[in-house]
């Protein structure tokens, strides 16, 4: 997938925002400065935590190392902070904090197409969608039975509803960010694509760790 930077809502602030406009729950986090804003983001909401890169410039942060994940106390996280810091080649790079959380990965978007009008899309996440592609579609704005429905077509339904050893997760939690980002496609004209990934679903809750809004 391809982003034309210039278009893209990089603001954080503006696409936290956007997002609680339509309800869609987002995993704590908080633009932090300096290594004293993230230890107080960590005693405030607990361990443990990831740290990213913040920059418009850097789409996938994963592959360059921008991204730090399970850091469990206050030691790993300097040790972490100095290999982002190191990565940014600077001091003065933002960097995101999030309290990290645990369950299943999905990816939610959406995009207005040329010829179609506006197109919801649900997958697995992770290695999922990159190997087996396994990805539903619906025109939006979707009703209740589609967000149904495009949860069981995909192949791997099964992992989400507690296969072997794993925990079921909350369905009723992804239809209702399905809906609401059909209704967000929908109503919000000036948005090109949205791509929610990765989002963890558990057996409570459901929460968008990463988000990417073209406009």
């Given at each position: ?6 278009n ?24 932090v400065?300096d290594?004293?804003q ?9 361990f ?11 789409i ?39 309290k990290?959380?645990?369950?299943e990965?999905?990816?939610?978007g ?6 179609f009008?506006?197109?919801?899309a ?7 969608v ?13 009703t ?6 495009m949860?069981d077509?995909?192949?791997?339904n ?5 296969y ?16 609401s ?24 809750d ?6 990417k809004?073209?406009?």
């Amino acid at each position: 997938m391809r982003y034309n930077i210039l278009n893209m809502l990089s603001d954080f602030e503006s696409t936290k925002k956007l997002l609680s406009k339509y309800n869609i729950p987002q995993v704590k986090a908080n633009i932090v400065k300096d290594i004293k804003q993230a230890i107080l983001f960590s005693r405030q909401n607990g361990f443990p935590v990831v740290l990213k890169i913040f920059s418009p410039k850097i789409i996938h942060k994963t592959d360059i190392g921008g991204v730090i994940i399970d850091i469990k106390n206050e030691k790993d996280l300097l040790t972490s902070w100095q290999k982002i810091e190191k990565i940014a080649k600077t001091k003065k790079t933002e960097i995101i904090i999030q309290k990290m959380v645990f369950g299943e990965q999905i990816i939610i978007g959406a995009k207005r197409d040329s010829v179609f009008g506006p197109i919801v899309a649900f997958g697995l996440g992770g290695i999922f969608v990159e190997i087996l592609k396994d990805v539903s579609f619906r025109l939006a704005p979707i009703t209740n039975k589609e967000a149904k429905e495009m949860i069981d077509e995909i192949k791997g339904n099964k992992i989400l509803k507690g296969y072997r050893n794993r925990e079921s997760v909350n369905l009723r939690k992804i239809e209702e960010v399905l809906l609401s980002i059909s209704q967000m496609i929908s109503k919000e004209y000036q948005i090109k694509e949205i791509d929610l990934n990765p989002v963890i679903a558990n057996k409570k809750d459901i929460f968008v760790i990463d988000a990417k809004i073209i406009v």
